[in-house]
């Protein structure tokens, strides 16, 4: 079992930054990923970035640019910088754990708020 927790999502103005940090506890597989994922409300869940355990990044075309992922192994954290934030970046973000097989393990959500 793997347990996901994410933290750091807030209220910021358009055009701020947040850094959302995602702490993993368990058995994660060195053979998968990890991801951010994100829900506004009245869409679909969408995918925002991911980082494999050897350090390759993946971002939708939507962030690229303005949000970086990392991690930290050491810690099993994973974090999301998101800057130059927009209003249609507001949403219900989520961390996930892909096993090798599918994104198997999810997180509670954090929640950004972007004010225009």
């Known amino acids: 079992q793997v347990q996901l927790v994410e933290s750091g999502g807030g209220l910021v103005q358009a055009g701020g930054s947040l850094r959302l940090s995602c702490a993993a506890s368990g058995r994660t597989s060195s053979d998968g990923a990890m991801g951010w994922f994100r829900q506004a409300p009245g869409k679909e869940r969408e995918f925002v970035a991911t980082?494999?355990?050897?350090?390759?990044?993946y971002y939708a075309d939507s962030v690229k640019g303005r949000f970086t992922v990392s991690s930290d192994n050491a810690k099993n954290t994973m974090y999301l910088q998101m800057n130059s934030l927009k209003p249609e970046d507001a949403a219900v973000y989520y961390c996930a754990h892909h096993t090798g097989a599918s994104w198997e393990y999810w997180g509670q959500g954090t929640q950004v708020t972007v004010s225009s």
């Open positions: 980082i494999t355990w050897s350090g390759g990044t």
